[in-house]
């Protein structure tokens, strides 16, 4: 009964994407025709009545994903007990909450945006081409924040997964390489240092633990700063290290940025984006590799976040 149960939110989920993949493509060529090159006045009246319906009809299916995603916590919160309803109902609101908070942020801005075109208030055809890439860009929020909370979930699921032998230095040197441009336009330099060190876990996961510390570091860095990734061997384990020249954290926010959309400063993480999740994200994948990590933040200097991971030629158990 419970895999028929997590088939169904499962099952349900993914038909939500695929639809709402479709109306976030009919959006954006809507978007696309709307100039009066293209189109007469009755033609664009017409596709912005269509336009409208589908900005509907996404925010509709993006809280039919919250509220599927909080059953599928439900589920795997339930421990049978009765002592622990109260706290499953607690995470459950909270989750639901947050995830819908996220989603209501870029589908205002999506439905503002198009109302001013609807109203005939935006007539130049630069406005729209702005508008457009604000709508678009909101658009790209909506999906990261979608795949990070299916992440989440996967890993949130207590599957064995087969780890194999995996270069730390050469992942991490990999997913450097990725983010430079994103380094760049930000005005900040990402260097690598790194010797060989292998470790067990899969590429994937630890192409997303550096990938979401050396985001994050960039993020919240400030003008001209730096981000150094290292890798290294110690006491027979594998380091990995991302030190940033960043805001820093204070020292009451240090045991809670690894908790599910927590933002220590939310004024500057609107400006900055992210979806809250890349954090959440580390710390579970660091509980299936048995990584350890230590976090050494100063505000206003920097933060330090180090991670020891068991070594491929230390690891006896495999």
């Known amino acids: 009964m419970k895999m028929q149960k997590r088939f169904y939110y499962e099952l349900m989920g993914i038909a939500a994407l695929a639809i709402l993949g479709t109306l976030l493509l009919v959006v954006a060529v809507c978007f696309s025709y709307m100039n009066p ?116 979930s996967e890993l949130d699921e207590e599957q064995e997964e087969i780890l194999e032998k995996v270069p730390l230095s050469v992942v991490a040197q990999s997913s450097v390489k990725m983010l430079q441009i994103n380094a760049e336009k930000h005005h900040v330099t990402l260097t690598f240092e790194g010797e060989d060190a292998f470790i067990w876990g899969t590429r994937q996961m630890v192409d997303e633990v550096v990938y979401n510390l050396c985001d994050n570091a960039i993020r919240y860095n400030k003008e001209n700063g730096s981000v150094t990734v290292r890798v290294y061997r110690e006491n027979g384990r594998a380091v990995l290290q991302v030190q940033d020249t960043g805001i820093g954290i204070p020292q009451e926010c240090q045991e809670r940025i690894f908790e599910r959309f927590y933002r220590v400063d939310k004024g500057r993480s609107k400006l900055t984006g992210g979806t809250g999740l890349g954090l959440a994200i580390v710390k579970h994948i660091l509980m299936r590799l048995k990584g350890e990590l230590k976090l050494v933040s100063t505000p206003g200097q920097g933060t330090i976040i180090t991670i020891a991971f068991p070594s491929c030629e230390e690891d006896t158990d495999r």
């Open 37 to 152: 090159e293209y189109l007469s006045g009755q033609q664009q009246e017409k596709m912005i009545l269509v336009l409208m319906i589908g900005i509907a009809a996404i925010m509709a299916f993006c809280f039919l994903l919250a509220g599927i995603w909080s059953h599928q916590l439900g589920e795997k919160l339930h421990l049978g007990k009765e002592e622990d309803n109260e706290l499953n109902a607690k995470l459950r609101q909270e989750f639901t909450a947050n995830v819908s908070h996220e989603l209501k942020t870029p589908l205002t801005a999506i439905s503002g945006y198009a109302e001013l075109i609807e109203n005939g208030m935006i007539s130049s055809d630069d406005e729209i081409r702005r508008m457009a890439g604000e709508i678009h860009n909101n658009s790209g929020r909506l999906i990261t924040l979608i795949n990070d909370v299916i992440r989440l």
